[in-house]
């Protein structure tokens, strides 16, 4: 169904066809009107003597529009227009006009119930208008004259309110689809499956109701009661339906709700041009609460919430509980939201006072995900799956939230895709696609090359040359990071091979993944590769950046420990960009730390990044530790890291990096050039 908004804005594509389609179906209404009331006469008894059964039946028409029943199961309609059964009988009992009334003034009542614009008003009316004009005319070809209850009357009611029905469900299509595109054929058969069992029931007690107008007027008030009836059975079915979108502990929306709610304001914002907030909080550690305090005390908890964030809660802000410990929240620009992460922080507040429950203070924490149409998606299956990646995200981060980034999805299609390729290109050893480039690492004092770093290389066979960082975020989560891994262990160590047959004394740095340092097996996998290619361990350099030692600390560092006692060195990448540098420094057989080149590359430029270089030389030197410099890209940065005493650099001051024949070469020239 058509939201709100939609039903008050015109298309932004073309809307002055919209409009043009409103003004003459308005004029069109109007001229129907005017001849058929010309042609039509007067009701019995004429204008000025009309019965109170008249009044009676119009005002019950209007009282019924009051409360107007919403029920998803009408697809064209927002309610359910019970004026139609009073509007049918007016008209066979008193005439033309004097239904028109009736259904006009019902139609204007509705409109102000469910906040329609003017002008969506004046089309309510006039298409409305239409379906009476050929209700009428129906009902005078089969029927006709002051109703008596014959048989073929009763046949012409029937008549009349499929025309009405008919005609007006027409005209929605054909709005509809000026509206949102599509064909009126594909709207007539959804309004045909919808609605034709309300139409039919409210035609059928039309003569009812006109049966008892024409008897007595306290009839026409009895009358009312199973058109109360329809009218409750239908409140029943939206409350039931209202039942099914709700979560039955909370009170909340339940992820059906919140879908419903989402696709609503997404279709309003993109009319709109304007934005929605798709955001998933994930409470942690509640089953801790379930275990030790009981299921009771924890849907308890999850009350408590739901009443904090339902509290002061601004108007067209849905919320929900998605199942377990998980809520779900949308929010549009339309209700007020201006910055989603403000959002995420009024969520995240709520729960930072505890929760007391039969005089126990909880402390509940939790991380929030936000997504936002239209850029992070625009359906509500892709903003729900991007906003619980974000979440997820949030959670390793050990932060409160966390906006999507493509980056964080590890299982989006393309990724998975990517991800199928590699294999295919892993599965056979030494099939093409996957390789290294070296650049080389230059001692300082001396200029001498003393090594170079591994760097991955993966050219798709149609996206060409993929960014190294998506391979190894594509990979990580997979069963393929192992497989890469070697492959790159298998290339590297056969060049460090090949280079000591040359008589270059050399060592090998290759970098490892959080997968690799978490398997048992990758000690074994090591030792027995370097066996194979008969180099000694001490010139493979494994390094290893703070985030991958956060990962799991015990077992990695019982890995890196098992590494070391193999005689590889262990290099402490990206130092200075963690948080917990110096605690690796004092528990990790480190012999070497790679400092940075976000402070590198501008430390003569820099105060605070020299003085952060400077203190990572020193340290070094205290520890008894070898420095490398990352990003070395002029000759000023480079003299400053000697003098400082600066072991060794790497950077596109001395090479990029560069396929295996290139170094070779450069490596040739460069001894020659000493």
Not at 188 to 207: C, N, V
């Amino acid at each position: 169904m058509a939201t709100t908004l939609m039903r008050n804005t015109a298309p932004r594509e073309h809307p002055g066809r919209y409009y043009g389609f409103i003004a003459a179906v308005a004029v069109c209404a109007v001229t129907a009107a005017t001849a058929v009331t010309a042609t039509a006469g007067a009701p019995a008894g004429g204008w000025l003597n009309v019965p109170f059964a008249f009044w009676l039946t119009a005002g019950l028409a209007l009282a019924a529009e009051l409360r107007p029943t919403r029920w998803g199961g009408l697809w064209m309609s927002p309610i359910a227009s019970i004026f139609v059964v009073y509007v049918l009988a007016t008209m066979v009992t008193w005439g033309f006009l004097p239904a028109l009334v009736v259904q006009s003034g019902a139609l204007v009542v509705l409109g102000i119930q469910i906040s329609s614009s003017v002008w969506r008003g004046v089309y309510n009316v006039s298409q409305m208008a239409l379906a009476l004009c050929a209700a009428w005319l129906v009902w005078s070809a089969v029927g006709g004259g002051v109703w008596e209850s014959s048989v073929p009357q009763l046949l012409g009611i029937f008549a009349a309110g499929a025309a009405w029905t008919v005609t007006s469900s027409s005209m929605v299509a054909l709005m509809m689809r000026l509206r949102v595109g599509g064909t009126w054929s594909e709207y007539a058969w959804q309004w045909l499956k919808s609605e034709w069992a309300l139409r039919l029931t409210q035609t059928a007690i039309a003569p009812i109701l006109a049966t008892a107008a024409m008897t007595s007027w306290w009839l026409v008030a009895a009358s009312a009661i199973p058109i109360f009836s329809v009218y409750r059975i239908l409140q029943t079915a939206a409350e039931r339906e209202r039942e099914a979108d709700r979560d039955p502990l909370t009170g909340l929306l339940n992820r059906k709700g919140l879908q419903q709610a989402v696709e609503a304001k997404a279709t309003d914002a993109a009319e709109t041009g304007t934005t929605a907030t798709v955001m998933v909080l994930d409470l942690d550690r509640f089953a801790d609460i379930n275990s030790a305090l009981g299921h009771d005390v924890g849907d308890q908890v999850l009350v408590e919430l739901a009443d904090r964030f339902a509290a002061d809660k601004p108007p067209g802000k849905a919320i929900a509980r998605l199942g377990g410990d998980e809520f779900g929240f949308v929010w549009s620009e339309l209700d007020g939201m201006t910055d989603p992460l403000e959002c995420a922080r009024e969520i995240r507040a709520r729960l930072d006072k505890p929760i007391v429950i039969d005089e126990v203070s909880i402390e509940v924490d939790g991380s929030v995900g936000i997504a936002v149409f239209p850029k992070d998606g625009e359906d509500f299956h892709t903003l729900f799956r991007h906003a619980d990646i974000a979440m997820d995200e949030s959670k390793k981060r050990a932060a409160s939230f966390t906006r999507y980034a493509p980056e964080f999805d590890h299982h989006s299609p393309e990724r998975l895709m990517l991800l199928g390729d590699l294999r295919r290109a892993l599965d056979e050893p030494g099939a093409p696609g996957v390789n290294l480039y070296y650049q080389p690492q230059v001692c300082l004092s001396t200029d001498e090359v003393i090594g170079a770093e591994a760097l991955l290389r993966y050219h798709h066979p149609v996206r060409g040359m993929v960014n190294p960082s998506e391979i190894i975020a594509t990979a990580e989560h997979s069963s393929v990071m192992r497989m890469l891994t070697e492959r790159v262990v298998d290339i590297a160590l056969c060049r460090l091979r090949s280079w000591n047959e040359a008589g270059y004394n050399l060592r090998m740095a290759v970098n490892v993944s959080v997968r690799d340092l978490q398997s048992p097996g990758f000690t074994d996998f090591l030792t027995e590769r370097i066996a194979a290619y008969g180099v000694d361990a001490s010139k493979l350099q494994l390094e290893i950046t703070e985030s991958a030692l956060m990962a799991d600390p015990r077992r990695v560092v019982d890995n890196v420990q098992r590494l070391a006692d193999l005689g590889l060195g262990i290099s402490l990448d990206d130092f200075g960009t963690g948080f917990s540098s110096m605690q690796h420094l004092r528990r990790l057989p480190v012999t070497e730390i790679k400092i940075d080149k976000t402070f590198v590359t501008t430390l003569v430029d820099c105060q605070d990044n020299a003085a952060i270089v400077f203190s990572t030389i020193d340290l070094g030197r205290a520890l008894d530790v070898a420095v490398v410099a990352e990003g070395v890209e002029d000759e000023k940065v480079r003299k400053q890291l000697e003098g400082w005493g600066c072991h060794a650099a790497q950077g596109w001051h001395f090479a990029k990096p560069m396929s295996a024949d290139d170094f070779d070469r450069w490596l040739a020239g460069h001894r020659r050039g000493r």
